[in-house]
C-alpha cells in the first residue's frame, strides 16, 4: 500500500499538518530547556521584540514569503525554524508512507515528532524534558486502545524501557560512585517501550549504544572517553526512528542468518 492511494489531497493536508507540528516544535525546542512557558507569550522577533502576527506564523509559507526575515525590523530568523517545519511534515510523511492511514501512522507521527524534538534538545543541552517524554506517554497509551501495540504491551513496553535504565544506573552509581544516566533517559526509554512494545526495548537500547559509540569514535578519536558526556539521548532517538521503521526487516535479517 503507498499513500499515493489515498489522493493527494489528504497527503498535502496531513504533511501540512506535520508542518504545523514542526512549527510548534521550534516552540518547544526553545522553550522547553530554558523553563519557559509554551502556552505564553506568543511568538516574537528576538531583534525587535514585536509579537509575531498569525499570517506571518504558518508554517513554511510565512518564512518563504519574508525570506526569514522580521516583517518590521528585517531582522533574520535562522533557517533552522525552516527545517524543523519541513521535517514535521517529512515525519507525517514518513509514517504514512509506512503505516498508512491508520492509528499506527498517527501513533507513529506523534512519536516521530517528539523524538526530533528531545534528540535536538538533548543534542543542544543534554537535557530530555519530562513534559515531551510524559505527553509522548500519554498519547501512545491512549492510541494503544485502538491499535498496536495493544495497551497491555504498550505498558509492559513502558515498564521494562523506563525500569531497565533505572536498573543501570543505579548499578552504574553503586558501581563508580556517580550517575550515568538521568532521569530523562528513563523516561525516554519508557516512553519508547510505550510505543514500541517490550521487544523494541532492547533493540533501541542496542542501537543507541552503537550509535553513540560510532559517533564517540569518529567525532571524537577517543577524546569523549572519560568524563566528557555524550547526549545519549538523541543517539537513542535516532536508534528507535530505525527499530520503528525497519525493525521488522532487521530482525528477520538476522534471524535468517541462522
Ligand atoms: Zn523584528
Known sequence: MTITEFGLLPVILAAWLGACFGSFSNVLIYRLPRNLSVVGPRSFCPSCQKTVAWYDNIPLLSWLLLRGRCRHCSAPFSVRYLLVEIAGAACVLIALAKFGFTIEGLSASF???????????????????????VAGMVIGLVLSLFGNPALPSALLGGVIGGGIILLVSYGYKLVRGVIGMGGGDVMLMAMVGVFLGPWGVPAVLFGGALLGTLYAVTAGRGRLAGAAKLPFGTFLAAAAVIVLLFGNQIFSWYLSRF
Open 111 to 133: 512519536f516521530l515528532i517528539i523524538l526530533l524534538d528531545i534528540a535536538i534538545i538533548d543534542w543542544q543541552h543534554m537535557v530530555i524534558p519530562h513534559t515531551l517524554t
